[in-house]
């Protein structure tokens, strides 16, 4: 039994209210979505009922059953039985997964680790997550990122939660690791935890949360039991507005020459150069047309698109053709002369410099682009980066806020403008919509379908289905490192699209 | 992170972003109360000069600690720079054996540049590396005894200042753009505090030039060096670039920027400024010495770290770099005023980098 409680909390950071008097009563041994637009307070809120934001630097009262927490920190709120699993992947990248998990709590005999114990805990924990097939040794930094997230909801339920929340834990999980995911809230529900679920994808509100609550600006606007509310609501309350479709018409427009090519593409393993991780991939890409391109994690999509964009960085053999001519990139930047972008799947990772400004990072792709003898154009940079900051609807006080201030959604806001900036002709995106919420993901998707129009080529990478079929002219669907369908949008469903990816009934899913 | 008033505007005055500045205020204040010979003019340049060489080093240092790595190999390039002057300046002439030097040092930057990026060798060690290299070389070329020069005219380089009358009209011309600079800014109230400051500074450099009837060529190097550093910085895409890279590296590559050549070019200039200190600190001594300034490198490091530059990379000021070099350079001056004895001073000069990389961490918090 845990009815959390929360009255009254507001919290300021410079520049911004980031949450206004919000009081919410999330009802025990149920899940409740927290839904609202990037910035919106989700994630604030989630970090104060955890501690992360300690007394003090908030007002307002936070109640378990009855009795008022007032955490000093983490530690103290885990102690307390509420445990946070963060939008952004907090492990250590050189320290193995048993390590991970019970960093905060190692067993020990009087002080020495008692590795023996934290292995079989860790092994156990993960056993009872169907992981079978991660191994407590392994390093972090060897895990994919769905796998990385995984190892995170293992290491959160390893504390015995009373009370839990995910935020945007599903982001970067494949469809059946989801699955396995709601299964656990399941039996979680039936132990009676209280959970808090943030997430931007509709159908998992519908799927397996009892109960929903709405914010807005930072300002609570309603909580009801999922049974008595649409998608229509839940929208509607949290961008404050009615919504127009999601995805615009497609143009319908005969498409134009061919931009982008390649033949006999193959693409080596990073860390082993013998492992081939794409095998003989050939594809077109034309003016005007959004290229999709689905399939499941470690198909070799995001291998196969950085190895375009990355040049030499990655070992690959093969032809490429940029309109019609054969052409080999040598590095990023050729790449980036070449009027080829790509916004990578790891915002954090690849996409930004979290310690630098909104600015910076937005200027960051097109410095020489503007720039005169390589003088920074300091008044046209201003410009231009205001100009996208409003038309990402990127929400900052100002340009010269730092990105790691941002909340999640808007730091991909800020990496997708980053590369519209540099004006170019061949788009990749892998994964652009992950944490973006669904107001801004239309305006994306109109973005994206009017750089097509204007006679550029867009490809997207997603493993979400309906964003694949409703934006995309065009499906690539790859399995195991190899490109295995290529359909024209009329032909693709669900259905097919799925089987493709799996390789086609029977084979079991990765 | 902060990269000068050009690109960073904070709605408020935040004076945490001082603290170096207002150090200096303080210790200034301090030395005049301490000692009555301080404030003299005479002593005033003497802290400028002999702190040029290591000041233009310390230019050097803020690249390479803004991309997260370090140079410990400046001191050593410094001595052999000298070294390399006092040798050859008989035979190759002043201007030969200068660019010779400096040469030098460029091509020992791109060597350490291409190891630390290629062979993916830490900055830390690579530098340690040619640290040892290049002191041990000074060593066996000279015998370890100071090679003196005897070309006079590059002694006096050392010794002559700017005539009057140039400096004071280029003195004016700063000033004059400074105003011009305010005054089209649109966000005058936020420039305000840093214009002042501007102008107060020249307004010093115009006592100092009329007392000392000139300005010494020492201080007018390093004050151009500083010039270049601070355009490079702030102005060109490349220094955006490295403050990227600085920051994240990875990010950086996938946003279509030549990382490794980036870090090439770093450890040329890094390399470059030490060989002109070593030019600079021939020409104020008259010979090249290999014992020249042995462990100078943690005083150009305290200067950046002082300046407030973070050392894991990605942010951080030159102007900041300067009022550290003027930091360590006043406290060392009051020091020795005060008849303390350069080991004690060693002491408090590391107390001091340890206070300013507290503030410096909680700053940040
Ligand atoms: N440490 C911080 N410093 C300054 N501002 C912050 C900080 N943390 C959050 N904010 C601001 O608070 C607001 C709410 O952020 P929060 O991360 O809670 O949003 P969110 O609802 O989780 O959004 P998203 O869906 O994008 O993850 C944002 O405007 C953000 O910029
Ligand atoms: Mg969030």
Redesign the pocket.
Known sequence: MAVLEVKNITID??G?R?LEEVSIVFPDGKMTALC?E????????GKIVAGVHPQGKFSGQIFLDGEELKFSGTRDAENHGVVIIH?ELNLINDMSVAENMFLSQMPNKRGKVDWKTMHQMAREMLDSLDLDDINTHTLIRDLTVSKRQMVEIAKALSKNPKVLIFD?ATSSLSEAEIKLLFEVIEKLKERQVTMIF?T?KMDEIFRSCDHVAV?KD?KYVWDRPVSEVTQHDIVTGMVGRELSEMFPPKSGKPRGEELLSVKNWTVYDNADSRKVVVKDAAFELYAGEILGIYGIVGAGRTELMTSIFEGKAIKSTGELYLHGQKKVIRDTQDATKQKIALVTEDRKKTGLVLMHSVRSNIALASLNKRAKMGKIDHAGEAVAVDKSIQDFRV??PDSSYLVK??????QQKVVLAKWMLNEPEVLIMDEPTR?I?VGAKAEIYKMLRDLADAGKGVIVISGELPEILGISDRILVMCEGEIVANLNAGDANEVNLAQYALGVAGKADA | MSKGNTLEKKAKFNWKDYTAAFGLILLVIISAVLSKTFLLPNNLINILKSNAPTGVMALGMTFAILTGGIDLAMASILAMSGVIVAMTINSLGIFLSVALALAFGVINGLAVGVVVTKFRVPPFIATLASQNIWRGLAYVVTGAAAKPITNLKFNNFGTDKLPMSITLIILALCAVYVVFAFLRSEQKGKKLFSTVLLLLIIAFAVWLTITGKGMSYLICVFVVAFFVCWYILEHSVYGRQVYALGGNPEAARFSGIRVDRNIILVYMISSLLAALGGVLAAARLGSGVPQLNVGGETDAIAAVVLGGTSMSGGSGKITGTILGILLIGVLNNLLTLLGVSSDLQMVFKGVIVLIAVILDTTNHK
């Open positions: 950071f410079p911004v980031a609202g990037n910035g919106a307070g989700k994630s604030t809120l939008q945007e943030v931007h914010l930072g929400k900052v201030q941002l909340s999640g959604g808007n944490g919420d």
